[in-house]
């Protein structure tokens, strides 16, 4: 299930430090969060408990945005 945005609470999502392209998504995986971009990037899972998605989703785009280009 895609949440289908690149912001939260004032946080934009950054380009993909591996392609350079602004289609990465933040994703539902499991029972947490993570950016995903269409390159095959993949960000840090963020975890959470039922009641706190906004929180998973606003670490997913921080622990994304802080990543450096490299090997895909």
């Known amino acids: 299930m ?3 945005t690149n912001t939260s609470g004032g946080i934009r ?3 993909c430090p591996f392609c350079g ?5 933040v994703i ?3 029972d947490g969060r ?3 971009c269409p390159c095959g990037a ?3 899972p963020e975890f959470h408990g039922p009641n706190d998605w906004p ?5 997913a ?12």
């Open 55 to 59: 929180t998973a989703h606003d670490r």
């Open 61 to 72: 785009i921080t622990s994304w945005n802080t990543r450096t280009g490299g090997a895909v």
């Open 13 to 15: 999502l950054e380009a």
């Open 21 to 25: 392209g602004e289609k990465a998504r």
């Open 2 to 4: 895609d949440d289908d």
């Open 34 to 36: 993570k950016v995903a």
């Open 28 to 30: 539902h995986i499991r």
């Open 42 to 44: 993949c960000g840090k």
